[in-house]
């Protein structure tokens, strides 16, 4: 007797899930009939209420309330699409889409516009000041300074003519003392003196430099080394190392290889502690 | 004589609501132009659909009249004072411009060919036609780079609207401003005259 009540239970559930199935598929094929602009008379409204029918008694839940009365909207909208279509058919306005765009696009622009022309009839409107915006433009006008005020202030100031050199701007940091393309290489090279015989180096010891601003600009730079195919790293995860491998020549990495973003952290603790441990 | 003093005193009346109706629908006064019934009727009084008669006789000797765009569609028989109320008022061009007069608008040739491929393709599609669709037929015509922009410069100056799935809507200016089935009958009769002229 147990059994056959837990197996009516369990056909109930089969068919609940079912009917929610059901509701959605029909709730998706309005959506799109709605919101595309097909034809409203492919969906067919007697064969869909008899499914929001079928499976009505088996609702108890809020939610499959709301499904069911969310089903039920959109057939009543695809019903005034119908309807709407209907209507629109029998107006002296309708003609057969494709026909129309057959139309336009065998006409010239010349003709289409002169066409057009017979049946525009622009609006005629006066643009008008408003006595508030007269009102704020007085305010703005009385503000204003005369013209030989606002001249004086903004006139440039006479100054000795004079000359500068290359130098001065590399010192006043206007310009770099070498190209950036032309800096990279040279730390590259920098790179493969340093790694020799070898085929890596450990990366602390390469960016690690006697002062901490000098020590972020070579790891600055040395991220470029990688973005730019002139190096790559190599992580050990377990031992918390990362080399740095050279190459011989510049590797172009774009589209051929999904690139990833490695954050390297170079805080001044760590760099203490790396300088601490060179000089023990 | 206290008959023909009433009759001076009426035609006064409608002569003064004639000038208050011209100021309302000539000057605009908010973002879109034209007037809505309600407004109309609290300015001139309840027989504003008498005094806007009269200013519209008045208008055609200069080409012009007060064209009213309702709510909903365009009621078959003899509107109501409420359907009227609901409607916007707007004076427009009883004639229509000559091919030189157009450039005083603003609009090139090819714009105004664009514009009307636009809305006669959505008259055919029942008002509603999504942009992908109008963007390809315009291409026919207009340069690529350009069928965007005169796209969405209709939609700003009211001609179309757009909602979020990209469905282009005819829009308050064309109902306003374009004979919808004097163009559609008009691109047909083009066609009869080519076939007339084979034939």
Known sequence: MSRKGSASLSTQKQKKKLGSEHLQRLIDQCKTVEERGLDPFMVNVDDLIAVVREYFPEWESIDEYSLDSEAVNRLASVIKLQSDWIKHRSTSLYTDPFLIEEKLRKLSREKLATLFLHTWHPIIELEQISPHSLNEAIKYWQSLLPLNERWTKTGAQKTELGSTTRNDLVAQKIIAEQAFTEELETFWHELTQRVGENTKILYWDFIGADTYEETSKRAYMTSFLVTYGYATLEIHRLEEEIFIIPFSKPHSLTAKKQMISIPVEVNYEEWKQWKNSKHA | ?199
């Open chain 2, 1 to 199: 004589m206290e008959k023909q003093q009433t009759r001076m005193t009426k035609k006064a009346q409608y002569q003064r609501k004639l000038k208050r109706a011209t100021h309302l629908l000539f000057y605009k006064r908010h973002r879109r132009p034209g007037v809505k019934g309600w407004e109309l009727r609290k300015r001139l009084g309840s027989d504003y659909p008498k005094v806007l008669g009269l200013l519209d006789t008045y208008l055609e000797k200069l080409d012009l009249k007060i064209k009213t765009v309702f709510e909903t569609e365009k009621p078959t028989e003899k509107p109501t004072l409420e359907q009227l109320d609901r409607a916007r008022f707007f004076i427009t061009l009883r004639g229509s411009l000559t091919p030189k007069e157009t450039k005083m608008s603003g609009w090139r040739i090819d714009d105004i060919a664009g514009l009307a491929m636009t809305i006669a393709f959505t008259i055919s599609k029942k008002g509603k036609a999504s942009r992908d669709e109008v963007e390809n037929l315009l291409r026919d015509k207009l340069p690529g780079w350009r069928v965007d922009i005169n796209l969405d410069r209709y939609i700003r100056a009211g001609y179309l609207s757009q909602d979020e799935n990209q469905q282009l809507y005819l829009d308050w200016r064309t109902r306003a401003e374009i004979d919808e089935k004097a163009l559609v009958d008009l691109l047909l009769a083009v066609e009869g005259e080519k076939k007339e002229k084979a034939q």
